[in-house]
């Protein structure tokens, strides 16, 4: 490569050659700075991936709080479904005893398994109701659960290409300066 150094009595022409250091320093300059800018900017978008995965995780938390609750409602609904049971037995055993009284204690049997019922009725819808609202929050849970799943595979791809760019961008930088120190 001909640089174009005009001879003088020394050697080569002084301006000549300090006008080529200045710009090849100018250059070298220049792509650091753009480097350093590129550089900045991956670093930026780490941190703004960062910051979006520590929402992930706070997400996750209530997530996660949200199934201690849908838990501790299905304990719950166990625990109504036991108690449910044996007022049945205790309503079934009630009806049977009452009826093998007397007309006058049937009248009584009558009453009480009327009321024996109408818990059961009562029970019956109050678990109809639970049903529901189970199944509403265990359709917002997945929906949650999915919608984080989509979430972190997303901010696992742009991570992974924040990372690849940060490091072609130090091997550039280091290249870049590599050249500028020999």
């Known amino acids: 490569m001909s640089i174009g150094f005009r001879k003088s009595l020394l050697g080569f022409n002084c301006n000549d050659v300090l006008d080529y250091i200045e710009r090849t320093h100018k250059n070298f300059k220049d792509k650091e700075n753009k480097l350093n800018s590129q550089l900045d900017n991956v670093k930026e978008e780490l941190s703004i991936s960062k910051a979006d995965f520590e929402k992930l995780m706070a997400e996750k938390a209530v997530v996660d709080a949200k199934l201690a609750e849908f838990n501790a409602k299905y304990d719950e609904i166990e625990r109504l479904s036991e108690n449910i049971g044996k007022l049945y ?94």
């Open 89 to 182: 037995l205790v309503a079934q055993t009630n009806a049977q005893a009452v009826m093998s009284s007397s007309e006058e204690s049937a009248k009584i049997s009558f009453e009480e398994v009327n009321k024996n019922i109408i818990s059961i009725d009562e029970a019956h819808e109050s678990l109809k109701e639970i049903r529901a609202e189970i199944t509403k929050t265990s359709e917002e849970f997945v929906a949650e659960v999915d919608r984080l799943m989509n979430s972190l595979s997303a901010t696992k791809i742009q991570i992974a290409e924040n990372k690849d760019t940060c490091e072609t961008a130090e091997r550039e930088f280091a290249e870049v300066y590599e050249t500028i120190v020999k």
